[in-house]
């Protein structure tokens, strides 16, 4: 159960939330429930969210996978179900979206990708344990301006994995059985409507949130 409640005031902002986010999901998605209790912040995440999804120097895949990997770490459940949803219905591999929790076990990855993950699970740790040669091996490989970019969104996603995995909001079923090894939880078939990161951030907060504070 979540921490707060699902249920807050029914403020006009909020309403417009709901009726944004039921349009665009078929749902109202919890972490912007949570966040209404405290409609500062609620508005202060979806345009910080919607400043975020103008980011383009990055590969969406490689940006969707650094995201995942620093929402397993985390714990952050509600992250990887919404995040395997999205970028599945922008045609990125699903087998790719599936492994993220185990990507050290599984084939499905080029060496590129193994180090955007290992990158974002370094920076997810605590303390960051980002070592010279992988920091090294990623400027190289991205360029400087995606490098800087590929770690904004590690740490915008650690914002919002960390206020769902803390209010305990968990997969609202974006993604059938979308489960985060060692959490034993996992999602349930739901509906949802095509859209991007851009989209999900106005209609209710993100991932997380900053909440998307989301992935």
């Not at 807050?8 to 972490?31: C, H, I, M, N, Q």
């Not at 990708?113 to 400027?139: H, I, K, N, S, W």
């Not at 914002?159 to 769902?164: E, G, M, T, Y």
Request: include cysteine; charged fraction near 25%.
């Amino acid at each position: 159960m979540a921490r707060v409640s699902l249920t807050p005031p029914r403020t006009l902002f909020f309403r417009a939330v709901e009726w944004y986010s039921r349009r665009t999901y078929g749902k109202v998605l919890d972490p912007g429930k949570a966040l209404a209790h405290n409609p500062r912040v609620l508005w202060g995440d979806l345009r910080f969210e919607q400043s975020v999804a103008g980011w383009n120097k990055l590969d969406s895949d490689l940006k969707a996978l650094a995201v995942m990997a620093s929402a397993a770490s985390i714990g952050c459940s509600w992250c990887m179900d919404f995040g395997y949803w999205e970028n599945a219905e922008r045609g990125m591999d699903r087998r790719k979206l599936h492994d993220v929790p185990v990507w050290r076990d599984s084939d499905a990855y080029t060496p590129l990708e193994r180090d955007v993950m290992e990158y974002a699970e370094a920076m997810t740790a605590t303390p960051p344990q980002v070592g010279d040669d992988l920091a090294g091996r990623l400027r190289t490989a991205l360029g400087e301006p995606a490098f800087v970019e590929l770690t904004a969104i590690v740490a915008v996603e650690n914002l919002r994995s960390r206020i769902n995995a803390a209010l305990d909001l968990t997969s609202q079923g974006f993604k059938d059985a979308c489960e985060v090894p060692g959490t034993g939880r996992a999602g349930r078939t739901g509906r949802a409507g095509r859209a991007g990161r851009a989209a999900r951030t106005e209609a209710s907060t993100g991932t997380g949130p900053a909440a998307a504070t989301t992935d």
